[in-house]
């Protein structure tokens, strides 16, 4: 199975119309959140995006709350918007099943306007994600493509608590720019950090 992730388009046009076009070769999309910047461009990202007929699964990132990123993506028909909830998508005639929390994990230091949560809130929307399932998060697990500019680790524990719990074969995640298109392993999961421009998974599943 051939999966594009994506995450951080920050209202980048140019970025947006290149995915659609990646999108057309591939099984599955995923987008791990921050289509807008602080909740300004959404809707006209998510029009652009919503030209991808590929099953794809979204959250929503630090700039935009999942209510916004629910009526952005009312037109983009294939695609569900995931948040402390999972589905189930046919990708290349084979059912995947998906579990999906937005949002910057932990608190991040940018104030009232970003949609945040606390470890504990993660944990909780991340208790029923079943085993095996691909997982999408905004925020990285803590201290695998979770480096700063500084080299500080900015990821979430909750979220690497559930990555070992559930051992996905696949972690999609953004959020920290300075470890965009970096994949790590832990234990059997590839954890990505896709970036805008997009980065082609191949999963034998």
């Not at 030209?51 to 993506?73: D, F, S, W, Y």
């Amino acid at each position: 199975m051939r999966i594009l992730c994506f995450s951080d388009l920050h209202c980048d046009r140019d970025a947006a119309t290149d995915l659609v076009r990646q999108a057309a070769d591939v099984d599955l999309v995923i987008g791990a959140g921050d289509f807008a910047n602080r909740h300004k461009g959404l809707a006209d990202t998510l029009d652009i995006l919503a030209a991808i007929e590929t099953p794809t699964a979204i959250v929503p990132g630090n700039a935009e709350t999942v209510e916004e990123l629910r009526q952005a993506a009312a037109k983009w028909a294939s695609a569900v918007v995931l948040h402390g909830s999972g589905t189930e998508l046919n990708g290349g005639g084979r059912s995947i099943h998906l579990w999906g929390v937005g949002g910057g994990i932990p608190v991040t230091p940018f104030g009232d306007w970003s949609y945040d949560f606390d470890e504990q809130q993660a944990t909780t929307m991340l208790a029923d994600c079943p085993v095996g399932a691909l997982l999408v998060t905004h925020s990285p697990p803590i201290d695998t493509v979770d480096h700063d500019h500084s080299g500080q680790i900015r990821g979430s524990l909750a979220i690497r608590e559930c990555v070992q719990r559930c051992r996905p074969p696949l972690a999609v995640c953004g959020h920290i720019h300075s470890d965009w298109e970096k994949q790590v392993t832990l234990g059997p999961t590839v954890v990505l950090n896709a970036g805008p421009r997009g980065v082609l998974v191949d999963l034998d599943l």
